[in-house]
């Protein structure tokens, strides 16, 4: 059965501390693993797509990895306005299902 | 319109009510998406459409859900004797993908319904 786990459910940061955010799955054929934000009351907004292990992708403060396993989103030196939860999708043949999602607070 | 709208944005309900949600898509996305958020819990997958059909309703979880789109554009969520467990934050979104391929989509921001 295709899953995606995401780690850890919850993370707190001082402004500044750099980290990051695993999502591993299993799934036959994926076709593509992507990354969305979601803020309090909102819908997700999409931030990334990757397509084949070893390929990374990067915007502003945050920088995706991917492996054949996981995927990583790495955030460096955040700030308070990128508190969100961050939530993994991949897509497979015939369904694309999501993680829990990481609930990210940044300090000041 | 510019996004991806549904209302309503809250609806209460008693239990054994119907209930009906509705998502206005992206002009000119041709695929549709419904998905349920419970508290804590990722997002999990009810329908797709491409266009007016859906040729995946595998997790829509239980016969008193359906959906239907029409025109290639708005789409209705109905929950026919609502229950408690209905209870959860109804996303839309579309896509502009003429297949089911990878690709971003652009989410409303949710129909919060609460079944008392």
């Known amino acids: 059965e295709d899953q995606v786990t995401q780690s850890p459910e919850a993370l707190r940061l001082q402004e500044g501390e750099s980290s990051s955010l695993n999502c591993s799955y299993t799934?036959?054929?994926?076709?593509?693993l992507f990354w969305y934000r979601q803020d309090p009351g909102k819908g997700p907004e999409f931030l990334f797509t990757?397509?084949?292990a070893g390929e990374e992708k990067e915007k502003e403060r945050l920088k995706a990895t991917l492996t054949k396993k996981e995927s990583f989103l790495h955030i460096t030196a955040p700030k308070p306005e990128d508190s969100a939860t961050y939530l993994c999708?991949?897509?497979?043949?015939?369904?694309?299902?999501f993680g829990a999602g990481t609930r990210l607070t940044v300090k000041p | 319109g510019a996004g991806v709208s549904q209302s309503p944005s809250n609806k209460v309900t008693e239990k054994g009510k119907d209930v009906e949600l509705r998502c206005d898509p992206i002009?000119?996305?041709?695929?549709l998406y419904w998905y349920r958020q419970s508290l804590g819990q990722g997002l999990e997958f009810l329908i797709y459409?491409?266009?007016?059909?859906?040729?995946?309703k595998s997790g829509l979880p239980s016969d008193r859900f359906s959906a239907e789109r029409t025109g290639g554009s708005v789409s209705t969520l109905t929950i026919q004797r609502t229950q408690q467990e209905d209870s959860a934050v109804y996303l839309c979104?579309?896509?502009?993908?003429?297949?089911?391929?990878?690709?971003?989509?652009?989410f409303g921001e949710g129909s919060r319904l609460t079944v008392l």
């Open positions: 979104a579309s896509s502009r993908d003429t297949r089911r391929i990878t690709g971003e989509l652009f």
């Open positions: 799934v036959s054929g994926l076709r593509g």
């Open positions: 990757l397509y084949s």
């Open positions: 999708a991949v897509q497979a043949v015939n369904d694309m299902r």
């Open positions: 002009s000119g996305h041709t695929a």
């Open positions: 459409f491409q266009g007016n059909s859906a040729p995946d």
